[in-house]
């Protein structure tokens, strides 16, 4: 990714430029405010603001005058209550707000979580730059065998510089062949809001982005999750350590009972207190289907 | 409406704490942060915390990299361009965050607005506090003759003061029966999830409500209106002052395009050409309705 | 609860009036389409309309020129798939409209579920009826001495009468003086929009509700659970019947993956591994909570 | 646009395919239902379900028992004057699923409606079909020089033959590197989540779409608009006609007070008195700038 010197300046300028404010501040996020976080080739994050920290929740959810409980000790505690029992109103209290650059294909799964404010920059309006997401022969891999919607396997050497070779000689063509048409060397040029559809969906755009935590942690379970596209959770993975660094007790509870949680169905429960009093539990007896079992031994650490 | 003595030391201490921060500000948003805005008899509104300025509409509208234009009269061009077009997304990436103490009865037209962030203080979980509201004698209207959902004239002197005893008798029986019912005087005591059904609408509630600044101007469109009920629009109309000073320039943008506009339909807009050519146009001959006609010649400054 | 002739009249009529649709049909649902299903003494749930049914989840699920799939036996595999996987979005795909009359008090806690289409009877515009909510004995508990936001005992036979009793007569002294404000015996009249603030939160009112299938999965879960009040469990138990009989595949994974299941933290399945190994775990050794290690208990069947 | 003939069979199913209802239904609709109708070259939208009618606004705003008012005369007076007055919670109460077949490059501007509910067909799962939008000659124009995300004129023939060449050669250049990269002659085969980012932004894509009538409107007056992008108001232009089959009362209200209807700022409400007064009104003592002078002249159909 390379930024240009006006860019640079401009980040620079905004990271300088403190001034007092009686809002509640989350040090960890004064940190990394407006850096640039660089993600896959040409891609980055970078947080343009926040709303709130820890206490914050902690004060909504008392409804308090001042700033919520004394000691951290309490709001710990509170704040882990809160994220067990689903009581999701005080985490939305909190707000924070991305820009970001991702290639096209990795937008279109992002903008379908709804509950999030987003400006996108327009192609009717303006030309994109000439970038696209080439991955890296190591996440280059082969249909996956079992999952539909999955990858398995490495792609190998050969095959994987063909596919590196394929998508860099489409990605250019089709951008030359899009400026020639917005060109107007003696011509008309073509309307950018028609020549944008010749650009393929590695291309990169970018947006801000905006929503609160409870929404954005819901994001985080589902991106940050080894079923998930890798060239979505490599943001995702970036927003967890950005998060972890603005409310850590609120990403503390989230790891304890969202992303490092298990569930078990009604059947696997069952199942499991059967294990627990010595039963031979099967497959065949336990009311689970194949997948359903094999994800039951996992939890439990047994052998499917 | 008072508050302890201890809640005001809270809220000077939030007052005092000023931190530096590198995000956007807004330095009339920095004046009225924490303060008590008293609205009715017992009711507040404060602001908790806020994010963005006019300057990130502008700069959301662009994705920029820095802080949007450089000069503030094009982004008060750009601003009004954006309200007067429909644009909203822009004016999402501000948000605000309130402290508001209000009648039930208004909290129940409140929450109609969905597009909101809520935490309620919990009568399940705390015991409310000995306050109503009582409306002032000049506030006490009697049925509108000509509106279903309005009011009319304002009750005569003995009219008004009976309905003032009668609510102020009945609000302080249903109370002290609600205290009476939770209390433990060598009895179980009612749980206080059941115990508030006892209570009238016009005790007092608080919640903190966060919303972001697009969906803030939907809902002073419809509640600082004339056709809103005064007691919510009392509220509306503080939130338009407090607007004004977070962001000026979205704030005049809404009051020229939306608070400030009119509406001409399909025939008002075939019946003002038919006026301005000097046609004879009345509500016969104008495919108007009669309550239409009467908004129509509102709208031109004609006798209807 | 009592309809008056021409409300039993009217919902005759729409029993009666059926119409050949090419739609989706619930066999089920038809049958209890418009039905009263009373709930507490005054209240009721009907279900005024509907759309789609276990086809349509597959359907939306596979973006089907026709049907889904041919097999009801594969139909029920993906929807649990679709369940156990948080695909959410082929849920939404069904909708539900209810006409439902319930207390204010839980009216207030209902219309926390955001995503949802509401038309509440206007006490502005119309006179509310005089029917209050009188729970029964069996139903009047005492504060929880564990839980803050829950009911403990049941009340003894004297404060239960007791309370019935101050129930009853604060809600008719109440209701009559607010028909007597409203009434213009040689006076005004007070409006219907101040008027209504006498009244107590056990009063009935009346809302058309709609929302899709999996946002109703979110209120069941949450409203038909122990935590919840009984007040709005019972409409949670009732609809939950009524989806049955709508989307019986559906109804039977949210039983399996979402009613009955049980969640683990990070730390309980680290906890679950080693009491399986044989290892002696306590609350001290396992880095759970009090709490969380009596709920940890309960999942595995273990005295805590 | 091709279906195949089992395509063809399945929509000939569904519409065959009548049961007996007590719902509310639309004569209209039910004529419509299923129908493929072509937009563009190879897209279509067809209405797979719906729920409601004209007299389920009326229903839903009176909280009726029965089927609303009794005169359909009525029924259009209520209609229209929920909408001259905002009150858009009765037209939520009407649902509409569409299926929809469209380029990628829409829809990712269809998308931006957030509050609906979407499932896509899915090119992680799947291969997609070899089938792009390629603009017909007349709809090929040039950037517009006066707006800066619109068109201007049409392309000349030798020009417009040009780009349809490029876009032509590039999406099927594109494709059968995807087909190659997928394929697996003695080869791993890259994974479908990856080989879909060589594909161009004018590929078509299929969605399932439901959203409700009042967020319908929304969509239509932004989409059905001179403003909207062609590719995408063709959408909207068929959609209105299915609407107003389905809801004609309110329809035509849509109609009469959003679609044709014009908005005056405040400026403009002023200026338009003065004109009327017959003072000499312009742009520069009119405190409009310069394009909103133009719409003002439109809108009373005054030279500018």
Not at 85 to 93: V, Y
Not at 103 to 115: D, Y
Request: contains cysteine; hydrophobic residues 35%; charged residues 25%.
């Amino acid at each position: 990714m390379s930024l240009t010197d006006e860019q640079k300046e401009e980040i620079k300028n905004q990271r300088s430029n403190s001034l007092p404010s009686k809002r509640a501040i989350s040090p960890g996020m004064e940190e990394t405010l407006f850096l640039v976080h660089e993600i896959l080739d040409h891609g980055f994050i970078r947080v343009i603001d926040y709303m709130g920290n820890d206490a914050s929740i902690v004060q909504a959810a008392r409804v308090s005058y001042g700033e919520g409980t004394k000691k951290s000790r309490d709001d710990k505690g509170l704040i882990r209550y809160l994220m067990r029992h689903w009581h999701s109103t005080p985490f939305e209290m909190c707000e924070i707000k991305f820009h970001i650059k991702l290639p096209v294909f990795v937008a279109r799964q992002w903008i379908r979580h709804r509950t999030a404010n987003v400006n996108e920059y327009s192609a009717r309006y303006s030309i994109l730059d000439k970038e696209f997401y080439i991955p890296e022969p190591q996440n280059l891999a082969s249909q996956s065998s079992v999952n539909n919607q999955g990858r398995g396997e490495i792609l190998e050497e050969e095959e994987a510089s063909k596919v590196i070779e394929t998508l860099k000689n489409d990605s250019i063509r089709c951008y030359d062949n899009y400026e020639e048409m917005l060109s107007q060397n003696n011509k008309k040029g073509l309307a950018r809001e028609l020549a944008r559809m010749n650009l393929p969906m590695n291309i990169y755009t970018q947006w801000y982005w905006k929503t609160d935590l409870h929404n954005l942690f819901n994001f985080l379970r589902l991106r940050n999750d080894k079923h998930a596209q890798y060239e979505i959770r490599v943001y995702a993975e970036k927003i967890c350590q950005i998060t972890k660094s603005w409310v850590p007790l609120a990403y503390g509870a989230f790891e304890e009972y969202q992303l490092g949680n298990q569930h078990l169905s009604a059947s696997g429960v069952l199942a499991l207190r059967r294990v627990l009093r010595g039963e031979n539990v099967t497959q065949e007896n336990s009311a689970m289907g194949k997948r359903e079992w094999i994800e039951f031994c996992q939890i439990i650490g047994k052998e499917s």
